[in-house]
């Protein structure tokens, strides 16, 4: 399992994550970058996930840097 943190105060609203896989990410009534079926604390969206793939990708492409996925052991995948 992979964790994937969204801290959504960072977010930029430049819509790289959304670009590529819309079926995961979105924007909120508020234009800030939302993963879709995450937990939300306070302001950063959780999720885990089997396959971390399309959300390293969105790291890599996020303006913001807003994005990052960790391993089981919490060290960035």
């Not at 943190?5 to 234009?31: A, H, K, P, Q």
Request: proline share 3%; glycine share 6%.
């Amino acid at each position: 399992m992979y964790e994937v943190i969204l801290e959504r105060e960072d977010c930029t609203m430049c819509g790289n994550c959304v670009e590529i896989d819309d079926t995961i990410f979105t924007f909120d009534s508020d234009d800030i970058a939302t993963i879709i079926g995450a937990e939300r604390d306070d302001d950063v969206d959780e999720i885990e996930v089997d396959d971390p793939e399309v959300y390293k990708e969105a790291a890599d492409n996020c303006t913001g840097e807003c994005i990052e996925v960790y391993d089981e052991d919490g060290n960035p995948a």
